[in-house]
């Protein structure tokens, strides 16, 4: 990805969604703090509504913005999407091994796929790079704080949520928007989960992309390192 259309997307996303969440905002007031009763006979309507645009402009500027970033849209990835692993019998060149960070995730392109390598020691997997949940890269936002989190207990966490998944399986050992995650990071996780249950609930229109809360398990890929360079398997073509 283009640094320059990194940062262009990210100013975009940063104000528009801004804005968009300050309209949630203002709607959800209205809702419930209304302010003086003998006038506020009015707000409920205009509450839903401003509810609804603030909710559309944000799935509108993720449309806009997504591809400046890379990201893939907003889309669950469904577990029976997953390719058995012994169906991955293309094996490719992918890296050489000393330019994997020990213990901390990296994303790559390996022939056009978005691929997450997990280096331990002498030891390297790979999984999809898109956390499935809310497909944003588990690698996080080059050049932004959010970045990849070092692996612990054999597990990567997606930087955005806090969802888990097992390094050998994928399988997900934590949903986002756990507790843990949420205390220890108020604007990914506690506004967001916030944000994540509005829009997925009534009185969102059903043209509005419903955000799942939920993760599921992630494809891996076979690794072997030969001649110091990192072999992946892919799906035959
Ligand atoms: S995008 Fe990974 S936990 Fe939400």
């Not at 969604?17 to 006979?41: E, F, H, M, Q, R």
């Not at 960070?101 to 796929?113: A, F, I």
């Not at 030969?226 to 892919?234: F, P």
């Amino acid at each position: 990805m283009s640094p320059m259309l990194a940062f262009l997307g990210l100013s975009i996303m940063g104000t528009w969604g801004a804005a968009s969440i300050a309209l949630v905002i203002g709607g959800i007031i209205l809702l419930v703090a209304p302010g003086d009763i003998s006038t506020n006979s009015g707000s409920t309507l205009p509450g839903i509504v401003l509810i609804v645009i603030g909710a559309l402009s944000l799935a509108v500027a993720q449309l806009v913005t997504a591809p400046l970033l890379g990201l893939d849209p907003p889309l669950p990835l469904s577990a029976k999407k997953i390719i058995p692993v012994g169906k991955l019998t293309r094996w490719v060149k992918a890296v050489p091994l000393r330019e994997l960070p020990d213990g901390t995730p990296k994303e790559l392109r390996v022939r056009g796929k978005r691929i997450l390598f997990i280096r331990q020691g002498d030891n390297v997997s790979a999984m999809g790079a898109l956390c499935s949940h809310a497909r944003l890269p588990l690698g996080g936002f080059p050049g932004s704080p959010i970045k990849a989190e070092p692996v612990r207990d054999g597990c990567v966490m997606c930087p955005f949520h806090g969802a888990r998944f097992e390094v050998d399986s994928g399988q997900v050992v934590r949903q986002p928007f756990d507790s843990q995650f949420n205390q220890a990071h108020p604007f990914l996780g506690g506004l967001q989960s916030k944000i994540f249950r509005l829009l997925s609930a009534p009185p969102m229109p059903p043209m509005v992309p419903k955000p799942s809360m939920k993760a599921e398990d992630m494809q891996t890929y076979p690794c072997k390192v030969e001649n110091g360079e990192v072999m992946v398997a892919l799906p035959p073509k």
